[in-house]
Nanobody
Framework: QVQLVESGGGSVQAGGSLTLSCVHT????????FGWFRQAPGKEREGVAR????????YYRASGKGRFTVSLDNAKSTLYLQMTSLNPDATAVYYC????????????????WGQGTQVTVSL
C-alpha cells in the first residue's frame, strides 16, 4: 500500500524559504511520477512541480520556476520541495502525490496523496 507523509510546513515571512519533505512507502513500478500540489483557501488544487522517477525529469508551474526545486533521495525514500523567495500567494496546504505511468501536473495523473502540510507566508 502506498503511503505518503508530508512535513516541513510552517510560517515564514515573505522572501523566506522552506523545504517540504514527503516520505513515501509502498511505491511500485507503476508509480513513476511524484508531484507536489497546493490548495489555497477557496481555490482549486494546483500542481506546483513534478518529477519522473525513471528519467528524473522535472517540470514546474510557471510561478515556481527558478524558485522551487523538487528532488528525490532514494536512500531516504523522501521527496523534497525547496521553496525560496516565498510570497503570500504561496500560502496553501501543500500535498505530495504519486502516480503513473505517465507524468503530468494535473491531479488526474495521480492515484495517491498525502495528508498535506500547511505553508503560511506573511508580509
Amino acid at each position: 500500500q502506498v503511503q505518503l507523509v508530508e512535513s516541513g510546513g510552517g510560517s515564514v515571512q515573505a522572501g523566506g524559504s522552506l523545504t517540504l519533505s514527503c516520505v513515501h512507502t509502498g511505491i511500485g513500478y507503476n508509480q513513476d511520477c511524484f508531484g507536489w500540489f497546493r490548495q489555497a483557501p477557496g481555490k482549486e488544487r494546483e500542481g506546483v512541480a513534478r518529477m519522473s522517477l525513471t528519467t528524473r525529469n522535472t517540470y514546474y508551474r510557471a510561478s515556481g520556476k527558478g524558485r522551487f526545486t523538487v528532488s528525490l533521495d532514494n536512500a531516504k525514500s523522501t521527496l523534497y520541495l525547496q521553496m525560496t523567495s516565498l510570497n503570500p500567494d504561496a500560502t496553501a496546504v501543500y500535498y505530495c502525490a504519486a502516480g503513473g505511468p505517465h507524468c503530468g501536473l494535473t491531479s488526474d495523473y495521480y492515484d495517491y496523496w498525502g495528508q498535506g502540510t500547511q505553508v503560511t507566508v506573511s508580509l
